[in-house]
């Protein structure tokens, strides 16, 4: 596979791994309730997100309600809308950065420069698959630690929800995105790099020939 079709994958994993940042962004199942009794009757499900919760009657019916106030939000659900917001820009920036230092592009001339840039772009990605896995382990780390406490009633115990393995899954994306467009960039930029031969000026001879030591 030739260095401009690996870049072109990185970048489409990159992509993906985008895309699914903001879908766990907006879905509103960060934690889900935990039914761990035996004789319970399940007529409500309890998702809780980042930016409302939502109540799933038994019947179909379901109502979600946004957060009324930031500042009295936990501090988990405060840096993780931050987190998860600056991923979806720095996402965007990395994209662009990316195409414009793309093989594929002619937006730069192709040297050094282009291949510095394209590096910038992956190494953005990685940023953002390190930012956006803190808020999906301290969510996780809450919601495991909760669980097993004797002390939570068995009413507030909650478990991961489906936007935390999106999350996960959109953070290996980013990152193997990441590291493809950086190697590949990296391997192309030493490929490039060929050693400048210079040939010592041909003298002519008192017979008025060249010497043949003056050829390289």
């Keep these: 596979m030739t260095s401009a079709a690996v870049e072109i994958l990185g970048l489409g994993l990159g992509i993906l791994g985008w895309v699914g940042v903001i879908l766990a962004c907006g879905l509103p199942m960060w934690q889900v309730s935990a039914f761990i009794d035996v004789n319970i009757v399940v007529a409500q ?25 930031i500042l009295a939000l936990p501090p988990e659900v405060q840096a993780g809308r931050a987190l998860t917001v600056i991923v979806a820009l720095l996402g965007l920036v990395a994209l662009m950065v990316t195409v414009v230092g793309a093989q594929c592009t002619n937006c730069i001339r192709p ?11 992956g190494a953005i990605y990685i940023l953002c698959g390190v930012l956006v ?30 936007a935390l393995y999106i999350g996960w899954a959109a953070t290996a994306l980013l990152l193997f995105g990441g590291c493809l467009i ?9 490929e490039t790099s060929f050693p400048v031969k210079y040939s010592a000026p041909r ?3 008192s017979n008025g020939e060249y010497d ?4 390289v």
């Design 182 to 190: 950086c190697c590949c960039s990296c391997s192309q930029r030493d």
């Design 111 to 121: 040297g050094k420069m282009k291949s510095r840039i394209v590096i910038a772009g």
């Design 203 to 205: 003298r002519p001879t």
């Design 133 to 162: 896995l803190i808020p999906l382990c301290w969510f996780a780390n809450i919601v495991i630690s909760d669980f097993y406490d004797p002390t939570v009633p068995s009413s507030q115990k909650r478990e991961m929800g489906a």
């Design 45 to 69: 499900t309890i998702w809780e997100g980042l930016w409302m919760n939502c109540v799933y009657e038994s019947t179909g019916q379901m109502q979600c309600k946004v957060y009324d106030s």
């Design 212 to 215: 043949k030591k003056n050829y």
